[in-house]
T-cell receptor, first 113, second 118 residues
Framework: KAGVTQTPRYLIKTRGQQVTLSCSPI?????VSWYQQTPGQGLQFLFEYFSETQRNKGNFPGRFSGRQFSNSRSEMNVSTLELGDSALYLC????????????FGPGTRLTVL | GQQLNQSPQSMFIQEGEDVSMNCTSS?????WLWYKQDPGEGPVLLIA?????ELTSNGRLTAQFGITRKDSFLNISASIPSDVGIYFCAGRNGFSRYSGGGADGLTFGKGTHLIIQP
């Protein structure tokens, strides 16, 4: 069974640009969560999607948004990039009713110059 | 939002030594989780704890859910080179809305970097 895949793995952008990251969950998983990981703040939850609906949201500004498609694939978008948005963005999927066993992808390393 | 204090931040140990790390919180959690992250990879779940006082093992790893529900520890016995990585604790309290956490309130500690010298 293929794991969670994320594309691209690495991305370099400049301030003010926007970026879209993609996540394909494990087959059969309908829940997808996104996290931001930085050395200073650690792993911070962005949002969770289930069946194309945002079900849970962390404490991030509105520049961070996401969506989920009918095939459970998810994208997150960051608009008007700031230097502080440089981070590893991780996606995780899980089975229905398996709240704790989240399977993480390898992440997308975003660098904002 | 909720915060987890994880310590130590890093550990330099000799191969074969035992390792101990812990997490504390000002809030009560209903679930404690321990993850390991290798370079270039996402975190992988090691142990999940669901009841206060619970002690659970996974091979050389042992974790406990504190009686107060505000802390947890992870022990690794007889460390080996592949234990190198970053270990994260995470807590879940079941409050899912704007709690600063993940699915149903999952909040992560900042990690313990484990470095093993052969």
């Amino acid at each position: 069974k293929a794991g969670v895949t994320q594309t691209p793995r690495y991305l370099i952008k400049t301030r003010g640009q926007q970026v879209t990251l993609s996540c394909s969950p494990i087959s059969g998983h309908r829940s997808v969560s996104w996290y931001q990981q930085t050395p200073g703040q650690g792993l911070q939850f962005l949002f969770e999607y289930f069946s194309e609906t945002q079900r849970n949201k962390g404490n991030f500004p509105g520049r961070f948004s996401g969506r989920q498609f009918s095939n459970s694939r998810s994208e997150m978008n960051v608009s008007t990039l700031e230097l502080g948005d440089s981070a590893l963005y991780l996606c995780a999927s899980r089975r229905d009713n398996s709240y704790n066993e989240q399977f993480f992808g390898p992440g997308t390393r975003l660098t904002v110059l | 939002g909720q915060q987890l204090n994880q310590s130590p931040q890093s550990m330099f140990i000799q191969e074969g030594e035992d390792v101990s790390m812990n997490c504390t919180s000002s809030s009560i959690f209903n679930t404690w989780l321990w993850y390991k992250q290798d370079p270039g990879e996402g975190p992988v779940l090691l142990i999940a704890l669901y009841k206060a006082g619970e002690l659970t093992s996974n091979g050389r790893l042992t974790a406990q859910f504190g009686i107060t529900r505000k802390d947890s520890f992870l022990n690794i016995s007889a460390s080996i080179p592949s234990d190198v990585g970053i270990y994260f604790c995470a807590g879940r309290n079941g409050f899912s809305r704007y709690s600063g956490g993940g699915a149903d309130g999952l909040t992560f500690g900042k990690g313990t970097h484990l470095i093993i010298q052969p």
